[in-house]
């Protein structure tokens, strides 16, 4: 049956590649017994996606699988490296890209409370700057045992200068879980069509300009940033804070009772349009930091080096390796707030040459080093980081400017899709806020600045969430 449905798939397919002048510039359909390293790379890490999801992911078969033509990706409740679930991430940032043209999935939703797969696009060059400057595109979100799907726009500036328009929750009138449906979009220079069962449910014009109002205007034309190179993204997560006040509710009792914990993927198809000079891959665009001078280049060897001597550090300094969300959050926070930590990584500072997280770690050391009172909470950023011991590194050359005497460190903060980060200050313990109360928050929870947090662990000071402890 299963072969009969894929066969009026693909005449279908071809009907409308026809009648569109659309062609087919890149696919997988999941055939062979291992995922196919030539077009996707899996994401390691336990970095909660910057959303304080509750997952490792990892390169595991147990949790990537590809088999009988379909992807599958298993959440799975079992403790790994300090978190309770381990998943799977997987994208094509190294391998392909595209501008414009119609990216279909196949899939098959998993059934389960707090579980929340996604099929998404992220830029492959921070071209307008960090995220969400550069844009984001989510096709298909969903949030676990809800029968919703919801596509998104992220964009404006960067954090916490982002916003984000979408659909909102849209009901289907067939069980997401229950089979395969087909999860679209359908990207002009000019719109950005969202789509199920290739029936069109909401439409963005790019017809207009993306900047929020807030901060500076990284955009120079309308259609900015969604005119660049997108790759594609997919992963089942656990929690976070797509779950809004709910976020860290799980327990190990209703985990095992999920019905299915599978996202399964049985196509993923990019096409364009036939007038379209296709280059699945073309070479990286400048990075938004300024034209490196002859003082501040900088050799690898040296930005490896400076690395390895950082006291508090991301867990690899392959940027790949690491939340590229939580990167961008973290350092737009920290260079805004703190930029004295942030001198020698940017302008002609003395590591702009050196990769995202590298550059992020040596800011993070910094003040890390500053704040070493307050324990390893400060250096975690929302987990993209952590303190290494001083038999291990030896804290590079701190820069002479200390901030003024601070009781607080950067909470978690919600990033990619759906969710819009609250801003982080600094703030005298005087101006911590009562709780307020608010329709989308949770049991035992409040809000702060839209954002809801556990009262047992969080408060609201200066209009920012802030850890109890410093409080």
């Not at 069962?197 to 790019?206: E, S």
């Not at 009781?407 to 899709?417: D, E, G, K, L, R």
């Not at 035992?444 to 839209?450: D, E, F, S």
């Amino acid at each position: 049956m299963r072969s009969f449905i894929i066969a009026i798939a693909l005449c279908t397919l071809a009907v409308f590649a026809q009648q569109t002048s659309y062609q087919l510039v890149w696919s997988d359909e999941f055939n062979g017994n291992s995922l196919d390293l030539s077009k996707w790379q899996y994401e390691v890490n336990c970095d909660g996606g910057g959303n304080a999801e509750l997952q490792c992911y990892t390169n595991s078969p147990k949790n990537v699988a590809v088999s009988n033509g379909t992807l599958t990706i298993t959440a799975i409740p079992e403790n790994i490296n300090g978190k309770q679930y381990s998943s799977g991430r997987i994208n094509t940032k190294a391998s392909a890209a595209w501008k414009y043209g119609r990216i279909d999935f196949s899939a098959k939703l998993p059934n389960g409370i707090y579980l929340w797969p996604a099929l998404w696009m992220m830029p492959r060059d921070e071209t307008y700057g960090w995220w969400a400057a550069s844009g984001e595109i989510d096709i298909m979100e969903n949030r676990g045992t809800q029968n919703t799907q919801e596509s998104t726009l992220h964009y404006g500036g960067a954090w916490p200068n982002n916003v984000y328009q979408g659909s909102g929750p849209q009901r289907m009138s067939f069980d997401m879980t229950a089979d395969f449906h087909q999860y679209s979009a359908i990207w002009t220079p000019t719109s950005i069509q969202f789509l199920v069962d290739n029936n069109v449910y909401y439409t963005q014009t790019l017809q207009k300009n993306f900047w929020s109002g807030a901060g500076s205007n990284p955009y120079t034309a309308n259609g900015q940033p969604f005119d660049q190179y997108f790759f594609i993204i997919i992963n089942l997560a656990v929690g976070g804070y797509f779950f809004g006040g709910d976020a860290n509710s799980l327990t190990n009792a209703q985990a095992r009772a999920w019905a299915t914990t599978t996202l399964q993927v049985d196509y993923v198809r990019v096409y364009q349009l036939q007038t379209t000079n296709v280059n699945n891959n073309p070479a990286p665009v400048a990075s938004p930091n300024p034209a490196t001078t002859a003082s501040s280049t900088t050799s690898s060897s040296l930005c490896t080096s400076m690395w390895n001597t950082l006291s508090c550090r991301t867990g690899s300094d392959n940027p790949s390796q690491v939340d590229v969300n939580g990167v961008a959050n973290s350092r737009a926070w920290l260079c805004s707030t703190y930029p004295q930590f942030c001198t020698e990584i940017n302008g002609n500072g003395k590591y702009v040459s050196c990769n995202s997280v590298q550059q992020l770690s040596y800011a993070m050391s910094l003040y890390y080093n500053n704040f070493i009172s307050q324990g390893p909470n400060a250096c975690s950023f929302g987990g993209i980081a952590k303190p290494v011991s001083a038999a291990a590194a030896t804290p590079s050359s701190q820069n002479s400017a200390t901030p003024s005497s601070q009781n607080n460190t950067p909470a978690s903060s919600t990033t990619n899709q759906g969710q819009t980060p609250a801003s982080t200050k600094s703030s005298s313990s005087s101006n911590i806020a009562p709780c307020a109360r608010a329709s989308y928050c949770g049991a035992n929870t409040c809000a702060c600045n839209g954002a809801c947090y556990d009262i047992t662990q969080y408060c609201c000071k200066s209009n920012s969430l802030t850890q109890i402890q410093f409080c």
